[in-house]
């Protein structure tokens, strides 16, 4: 949980949180946070994989995803995408 609350601290702790976070956020949390890890029991590895699927059901959307890729692209501090495929980037670019 305490990832979770981190993300959203990170978004909501701004008045103005910018949405080329998001990807960032997603992917910390759905790669690393929330990955499977050799000693979690069986629950916890259930669980940990209805959060991540929630997590990437929520942004699924072809436009959603295009939306969210130009936002990193325009921000200065994530312009050179780097949780993207050379040819990933091509495209936003």
Same mark, same amino acid.
């Given at each position: 949980? /305490?990832?979770?609350?981190?993300? *959203? !601290?990170? %978004?909501?702790? !701004? ?10 956020? %997603?992917? /910390? $949390? ?6 499977? *890890? *050799? @000693? !979690?029991?069986?629950?916890?590895? @259930?669980?940990?994989?209805?959060? +991540?699927?929630?997590? +990437?059901?929520?942004?699924? =959307?072809? !436009?959603?995803?295009? $939306? ?5 692209? $325009?921000?200065? =501090?994530? /312009? +050179?995408?780097?949780?993207?495929? /050379? ?7």
């Amino acid at each position: 949980m /305490k990832p979770l609350n981190e993300a *959203a !601290d990170t %978004l909501s702790g !701004d008045p103005y949180p910018s949405v080329s976070l998001v990807l960032p956020l %997603l992917f /910390k $949390l759905t790669q690393v946070n929330l990955a499977e *890890a *050799a @000693d !979690d029991s069986p629950l916890l590895a @259930d669980l940990k994989g209805l959060a +991540r699927n929630a997590l +990437r059901n929520a942004y699924d =959307r072809e !436009d959603t995803q295009q $939306l969210l890729q130009m936002a990193m692209y $325009l921000d200065p =501090r994530l /312009k +050179r995408l780097p949780f993207f495929s /050379k040819e990933e980037k091509l495209n936003v670019q």
